[in-house]
């Protein structure tokens, strides 16, 4: 073979050794970089779902409290509306004992200066204009003044010292107080 023919069979040989080196190491390349974008992928798809959950976890939280908010704004308004319709009730005691029947009103005024009288033997009473006639008949007490109430009496000692407060107001109110819980049973469930 000729100097020239071995040459061109080595350049030859060295090229295709070249091609095929350089073919494995293109695929390796390919192959290494379809591996770095698969753990790219993965990795990012990881990520994506960490940020899913946590946003996801951020969110149920914000709902629950929330949530959490308008029940206690739900409770508050509930409660307060309970205790509107109680101050109704008691402000509709309050009209329905004022607009009591002459005679009725005369029977209770009766029954009071009698409990008063035995509390308070000696002093002087108070009532509403509306009642005073009323009272007055009954001679029990010297009459004192007027006072503004839904109705009902006062009774004072003579020393000034004690004072027997059965004014309608005071007694519906000690009764709401008292039986405030029944009441509300009543009432609410």
């Not at 000729?2 to 095929?20: F, M």
């Not at 027997?164 to 107001?169: A, C, N, S, V």
Request: hydrophobic share 40%; with cysteine; glycine share 4%.
């Amino acid at each position: 073979m000729a100097p020239n023919d071995v040459l061109a069979e080595t350049v030859k040989k060295i090229e295709t050794e070249a091609r095929k080196k350089a073919e494995e190491i293109i695929a390796s390349a390919k192959a290494e970089a379809r591996n770095i974008l698969t753990k790219t992928n993965a990795e990012l798809e990881k990520t994506k779902m960490e940020r899913i959950a946590k946003e996801k976890e951020k969110l149920e939280f914000e709902m629950k409290q929330e949530l959490h908010s308008a029940e206690s704004i739900a409770r508050h308004r509930e409660m307060q509306t309970r205790k509107q319709i109680i101050e109704a009730v008691r402000r509709e005691v309050l009209v329905k004992l004022k607009a009591m029947e002459k005679e009725k009103k005369r029977e209770i005024l009766g029954k009071m200066l009698r409990i008063a009288k035995k509390q308070i033997p000696e002093g002087f009473v108070y009532a509403n204009p509306e009642d005073a006639e009323v009272v007055r008949g009954f001679a029990v007490y010297p009459f004192k003044a007027t006072v503004n109430c839904a109705g009902g009496i006062i009774v004072e000692e003579k020393s000034g010292e004690r004072v027997l407060d059965l004014r309608y107001e005071t007694l519906v109110e000690r009764v709401f107080t008292e039986r405030g819980e029944e009441l509300w049973k009543i009432l609410f469930e």
